[in-house]
């Protein structure tokens, strides 16, 4: 079977969001251990130094050096393992929930935009393309029933709770007293095309921008440039599309570029120190000085503020119900990411 550039792309999508674990396993020769025990399942030394090779390539995928990178990863083990004793803590409630059959049908809904997104005719042809190229599509499903899993129990357990706890009273008392956060600001509904740095000779790179640029501004296709030349993991999803933002929300390394831009119309490229990134304004709305009441913004304005606090107490909540156990060389860095003050969860293991 012919494997197409946008079966490549596709395939670089999944590496770099999902990275499978027994991918990474693969490469690493290691006598396993158990780290930490929560409930009846383990997280072990090889599932640890998989997760840490993963951050590490994602940080040079964004630009470090791979002994810069390591050297950030290394410096937080500890939060690593103390993340993965959450990441497992919420899969065992999703398990408890019982979202499996809703999270399996995400995840073959995302197989199925796959694959019409790429005009393949069966889910066989998805896998036989991905196979071809070194992976394995049930890596890629059990990272993302990890993913999902979580989304589930947070949307149900946290996010709709505090979504709906405030009162009609509340609601109007948040509105007058922040009437300004809800006046409509102007917005720019901006794609972009980014060329990263990383493992290029950098001046090369920014020819290329240059060259983008010049084809764009001389009538050729964005999506098709977009997705042949942009080095964004989804691109292939977005076909270059980076959404609406509010004018005034912008980062001045972007908003002075396109300040001037019209509808339709492109940037210079613009250097940043991981790449260079090229702009198109697709869209523009003005902003108004009136407050405008809306219920639904209210309430999402109240959850972005409460959110962070509700989702911590709910994993204090999972921690101080669970049986957490950490291995005695290990407790020192986990503990202080974990729950410094609660010794009823965190054991020595002898």
């Given at each position: 079977?012919?494997?197409?550039?946008?079966?490549?792309?596709?395939?670089?999508?999944?590496?770099?969001?999902?990275?499978?674990?027994?991918a990474?396993?693969?490469?690493?020769?290691?006598?396993?251990?158990v780290?930490?025990?929560?409930n009846d399942?383990?997280?072990t030394?090889?599932?640890?130094?998989?997760?840490?090779k993963?951050?590490?390539?994602?940080?040079?995928q964004?630009?470090?050096?791979?002994?810069e990178?390591?050297?950030?990863?290394?410096?937080?083990?500890?939060?690593?393992?103390?993340?993965?004793?959450?990441?497992?803590?919420?899969?065992?409630?999703?398990?408890?929930?019982?979202?499996?059959?809703?999270?399996?049908?995400?995840?073959?809904q995302?197989?199925?935009?796959?694959?019409?997104?790429?005009?393949?005719?069966?889910?066989?042809?998805?896998?036989?393309a991905?196979?071809?190229?070194?992976?394995?599509?049930?890596?890629?499903?059990?990272?993302?029933?990890?993913?999902?899993?979580?989304?589930?129990?947070?949307?149900?357990?946290?996010?709709?709770?505090?979504y709906?706890?405030?009162?009609?009273?509340?609601?109007?008392?948040?509105?007058?007293?922040?009437?300004?956060?809800?006046?409509?600001?102007?917005?720019?509904?901006?794609?972009?095309?980014?060329?990263?740095?990383?493992?290029?000779?950098k001046?090369?790179?920014?020819?290329k921008?240059?060259?983008?640029?010049?084809?764009?501004?001389?009538?050729?296709?964005?999506?098709?440039?977009?997705?042949?030349?942009?080095?964004?993991?989804?691109?292939?999803?977005?076909?270059?599309?980076?959404?609406?933002?509010?004018?005034?929300?912008?980062?001045?390394?972007?908003?002075?570029?396109?300040?001037?831009?019209?509808?339709?119309?492109?940037t210079?490229?613009?250097?940043?120190?991981?790449?260079?990134?090229?702009?198109?304004?697709?869209?523009?709305?003005?902003g108004?000085?009136?407050?405008?009441?809306?219920e639904?913004?209210?309430?999402?304005?109240?959850?972005?503020?409460?959110?962070?606090?509700?989702?911590?107490?709910?994993?204090?909540?999972?921690?101080?119900d669970?049986y957490?156990?950490?291995?005695?060389?290990?407790?020192?860095?986990?503990?202080?990411?974990?729950?410094?003050?609660?010794?009823?969860?965190?054991?020595?293991?002898?």
């Amino acid at each position: 079977m012919r494997i197409t550039n946008s079966i490549l792309i596709l395939v670089a999508v999944l590496l770099i969001s999902c990275i499978p674990v027994s991918a990474q396993e693969s490469e690493l020769v290691v006598v396993d251990e158990v780290i930490a025990q929560i409930n009846d399942s383990v997280i072990t030394l090889s599932q640890i130094r998989s997760e840490m090779k993963s951050a590490v390539d994602g940080l040079v995928q964004q630009g470090k050096s791979e002994s810069e990178a390591k050297a950030m990863v290394d410096g937080k083990m500890g939060q690593l393992i103390a993340n993965l004793i959450t990441e497992e803590l919420l899969l065992q409630r999703g398990k408890e929930m019982g979202v499996e059959k809703a999270v399996e049908a995400r995840i073959n809904q995302q197989f199925l935009e796959r694959m019409r997104e790429f005009d393949l005719k069966s889910l066989d042809d998805l896998y036989e393309a991905m196979r071809q190229q070194g992976f394995d599509p049930e890596d890629i499903r059990n990272e993302w029933r990890r993913r999902f899993t979580q989304d589930e129990v947070w949307r149900n357990q946290v996010d709709s709770v505090v979504y709906w706890q405030s009162t009609s009273k509340e609601i109007k008392e948040y509105y007058n007293k922040n009437a300004e956060r809800f006046k409509k600001p102007a917005t720019v509904t901006i794609s972009e095309i980014f060329l990263s740095f990383a493992g290029r000779d950098k001046d090369a790179v920014i020819e290329k921008a240059k060259e983008i640029t010049a084809r764009l501004r001389g009538g050729a296709d964005f999506e098709q440039v977009a997705i042949e030349s942009s080095d964004r993991p989804n691109v292939s999803e977005t076909k270059g599309k980076a959404g609406t933002f509010a004018v005034t929300e912008l980062d001045p390394m972007f908003a002075k570029p396109i300040e001037r831009v019209k509808v339709g119309g492109y940037t210079d490229p613009i250097e940043m120190d991981i790449g260079m990134e090229i702009i198109r304004v697709d869209e523009r709305t003005e902003g108004s000085d009136e407050a405008h009441f809306n219920e639904a913004a209210v309430r999402n304005a109240i959850l972005q503020e409460k959110l962070p606090e509700a989702r911590k107490k709910y994993v204090e909540e999972l921690k101080d119900d669970a049986y957490i156990k950490i291995r005695e060389s290990y407790r020192a860095m986990v503990l202080p990411h974990l729950n410094p003050e609660d010794k009823k969860t965190a054991e020595v293991s002898k």
